[in-house]
């Protein structure tokens, strides 16, 4: 089992090594799902007009305002089992005169945190401990957060646990290292102002407990904005981790939904990243680069992380659902989910993300099975799974390619497949593999009616980070038709 693991490791190292050398599609170590060639091969410009041949008019006739360039940020990773233990050290290696523990209040009571803690006493590092952190956090639940930091003045963050907990720890430093901005200052433009972050944050240490979100490597926090019923978040490179613990072992208390609903994350953020618009076909460029998102557009360096995040998410995940022994399926599904939140954290992701979070943020009476909380809840992945089908069989038309590298990955046969016939081959792949892990059939099924199309439309019409990430452009007739092809699945 080591040296599989151990040539799984050098197979990446080489392929992405020679992919730096020379165009992947003519690097032998590179799988050969990855087809697209790179910049300046004699190929390159041939295969780029055809793959792309269908993208919309209005990016070709703002070519001149493309962006050129994207950039790589993400944190440092620390992988190993039984890592968590280091935790004290590192902390006591920063100097640190007060550290904050973020947690909930279910994962407090489990190894990870109590590791944490005793690696924290052990290295004499003085703490406190904030476990209110709501799952699914709302701007309440955040404002509550960064009052208890505003409070307690920590120079250093540890957050231990899901998405939620690593993202409500990114807010909380971020608002105490800006005490006078209002809460808005930061979110997501059209929603919030958008404002670049412009004062150096304290240094956060992620210790994820789930295997989905890839939230120990980006630079984003996703919460319910409550006056709108949706979801939004805040997004800047700065706001990355210092540091990411990824210790297979946090995993192991996870239930079986829980690990279906965060790994689903981990197979949206590698397709909508993978078939995200082109960085290169990004409008606007930015006047200073300080101004370029943090979500730019597919890329050659993404791509990379996102299609093998994908192969590992497929591969695993149903086995780490049907058996909770199976510990090798679990590490892979934790590496899954940091390589997809390298690709994704850079990339962006688009519309299954953009059309959940009116899903998850507008909930009303549903509460997923596996979820110990006392409010009802979609959680992220389910919410963001449920229309997948219908998006991907929408945005084919844009780099049919990719849709049917995608479909190959789930085990369908592409063999005389034609162009046109990639939506519906990928939609139907997916299909099968969420029927598989018994996810919902269809937004219907988390409590909506035909009566809530509006309130889901225009929910997801002011998620721009995300939405022009999308491959094709959207407006409200594209989203409606998305959300009534989604009301079913199976």
């Not at 994704?344 to 596996?370: D, Q």
Request: aromatic letters at 8%; a positive charge; glycine letters at 8%.
């Amino acid at each position: 089992m080591a040296t599989a693991t151990r040539s799984a490791v050098w197979g990446l190292m080489s392929a992405v090594s020679a992919a730096g050398a020379r165009c992947p599609c003519h690097a032998p170590a590179v799988s050969k799902v990855l087809k697209r060639h790179a910049p300046g091969c004699s190929n390159h410009s041939h295969e780029h007009r055809h793959e792309h041949q269908h993208r919309h008019k209005a990016t070709a006739a703002g070519k001149e305002d493309a962006d050129y360039a994207f950039e790589m940020a993400t944190s440092t990773i620390r992988y190993g089992k039984g890592v968590t233990r280091e935790v004290g050290m590192d902390v006591a290696n920063l100097k640190s005169k007060k550290a904050v523990v973020f947690t909930d209040s279910n994962v407090a009571k489990l190894y990870p945190v109590q590791t944490v803690i005793q690696s924290l006493e052990k290295a004499g590092v003085n703490y406190v401990v904030y476990d209110r952190v709501r799952v699914e956090p709302t701007d309440g639940s955040f404002m509550d957060a960064i009052n208890f930091v505003r409070k307690e003045k920590p120079d250093t963050f540890i957050a231990v646990g899901g998405g939620s907990v690593i993202d409500t720890a990114k807010a909380a430093n971020l608002y105490l290292c800006h005490p006078e901005e209002d809460f808005l200052a930061f979110v997501n433009a059209p929603i919030g102002r958008g404002k670049p972050v412009y004062n150096s944050v304290k240094p956060l240490i992620a210790v994820p407990t789930t295997a989905g979100t890839g939230s120990e490597t980006t630079g984003v926090a996703i919460f319910d904005y409550k006056p709108q019923n949706f979801k939004t978040g805040i997004a800047h490179r700065s706001l990355k981790p210092f540091l990411g613990i990824v210790d297979p072992l946090n995993t192991r208390t996870m239930p079986p939904q829980v690990h279906v609903a965060s790994g689903l994350d981990v197979l949206c953020h590698s397709l909508e990243s993978y078939t995200a618009i082109p960085y290169n076909e990004r409008t606007p460029r930015p006047e200073n680069p300080i101004l370029r998102p943090a979500y730019q557009g597919s890329n050659p360096i993404s791509d990379m992380w996102s299609i093998k995040a994908l192969k590992m998410c497929i591969d695993n995940l149903p086995r780490a659902y049907k058996n909770a022994e199976d510990h090798l399926a679990q590490e892979q599904m934790i590496l899954a989910s940091t390589f997809a939140g390298i690709g994704f954290g850079n990339a962006g992701v688009h519309l299954c993300h953009g059309m959940s979070y009116p899903i998850a943020g507008g909930v009303k009476n549903y509460k997923h099975p596996g979820y110990n909380v006392d409010h009802k809840i979609v959680p992220h992945g389910i919410s963001v799974a449920v229309t997948s089908p219908a998006v991907f069989k929408w945005t084919a038309p844009a780099c049919p390619e990719r849709h049917l590298e995608a479909a190959a990955l789930f085990g369908a046969d592409i063999t005389n497949a034609k162009l046109a016939d990639a939506g519906p081959i990928l939609s139907d792949a997916l299909r099968k593999f969420l029927h598989k892990l018994d996810v919902p059939n269809g937004i219907s099924a988390l409590g909506y009616t035909k009566d809530d199309t509006k309130m889901l439309v225009e929910g997801t019409l002011p998620q721009h980070r995300v939405t022009k990430m999308s491959p094709r452009p959207v407006d409200y007739e594209v989203i409606e038709r998305l959300v009534e092809n989604s009301w079913t699945m199976y």
